[in-house]
């Protein structure tokens, strides 16, 4: 998850759709698309929490409507994405991965790179996002904040797209990876189909984009510190207004009761 979420930029066409699963590397390879490519790009992870309320609303109507078979729900969705990623040069993350479908007709140029993973680790992985994720206290925590208010109603989102696409709840198995996989094979043309590791560094990701090798280190960026980082900072403020929220009703009661004196 990057520090900060990026901001689109006039003009800018989405050239890569990152359709690999959350906790596979997106972090270290949004930053690397964002040097290669030299633009902003759509990590969903951070734009949802860091972003304006209305990037996880959209969000989070759009995964609410992906189950329908209607045309009109699902040309709904395809009007949002344009909207959510206009001014992006690239997208990753969830829960863009798990709109390849539709992001592969609307950006027909477009590559879909999947990051990748050992499916093992990986669902250990996604196991400690999903409690971390869940506390219970977290709603209220985070009401007084505009964006993160919005979070458990997206976490559910996210839920109901999961079951939907991999007939999974929570805890997700290696069924949910290997289900991806064999359902990118199957919608995306293999021309237009790379796997990568970022284990494996520039080399393959500027062959298959057609990108010089930047004379700069590929980011190793961490995602489960990233998350880590950015709870608790957001619990740390969530309590702060909640702080300033009690102390000014407290306030404002002495004062009431001092008139009436």
Same mark, same amino acid.
């Given at each position: 998850m990057a520090s900060k979420a990026s901001v689109p930029l006039k003009g800018a066409k989405l050239r890569v759709i990152g359709a690999g699963l959350p906790r596979t590397g997106t972090t270290s390879f949004t930053e690397a698309l964002r040097t290669i490519l030299n633009g902003p790009v759509y990590h969903g992870g951070t734009q949802v929490t860091q972003g304006p309320p209305e990037d996880i609303l959209s969000w989070t109507k759009m995964m609410h409507l992906q189950p329908s078979a209607d045309k009109k729900d699902r040309d709904a969705i395809k009007a949002m994405l344009r909207e959510r990623l206009d001014g992006f040069v690239a997208c990753t993350d969830s829960p863009m991965c798990g709109f390849f479908p539709e992001l592969v007709e609307l950006y027909p140029d477009a590559m879909v790179v999947v990051t990748t993973r050992d499916p093992t680790s990986w669902t250990k992985s996604m196991h400690t996002v999903a409690s971390a994720a869940t506390m219970w206290f977290l709603g209220a925590v985070l009401l007084p904040l505009p964006t993160m208010r919005h979070f458990a109603g997206y976490i559910?989102?996210?839920?109901?797209?999961?079951?939907?696409?991999?007939?999974?709840?929570?805890?997700?198995?290696?069924?949910?990876?290997?289900?991806?996989? *064999?359902? =990118?094979? @199957?919608?995306?043309?293999?021309?237009?189909?790379?796997?990568?590791? &970022?284990?494996? !560094? $520039?080399?393959?990701?500027?062959?298959?984009?057609?990108?010089?090798?930047?004379?700069?280190?590929?980011?190793?960026?961490?995602?489960?510190?990233?998350?880590?980082?950015?709870?608790?900072?957001?619990?740390? *403020?969530? =309590?702060? @207004?909640?702080?300033?929220?009690?102390?000014?009703?407290?306030?404002? &009661?002495?004062? !009431? $009761?001092?008139?009436?004196?």
């Open positions: 559910n989102g996210l839920r109901v797209q999961y079951r939907h696409l991999y007939d999974e709840g929570e805890p997700l198995t290696e069924k949910t990876y290997h289900h991806h996989i *064999e359902w =990118l094979k @199957r919608v995306v043309p293999p021309e237009r189909l790379v796997f990568f590791d &970022v284990k494996d !560094g $520039w080399d393959p990701l500027c062959k298959a984009l057609g990108e010089p090798v930047p004379d700069v280190p590929f980011p190793k960026l961490n995602d489960g510190e990233a998350i880590q980082r950015l709870s608790e900072r957001m619990v740390l *403020e969530g =309590l702060r @207004r909640w702080a300033v929220i009690i102390g000014g009703f407290a306030l404002a &009661v002495v004062a !009431g $009761w001092w008139v009436k004196r």
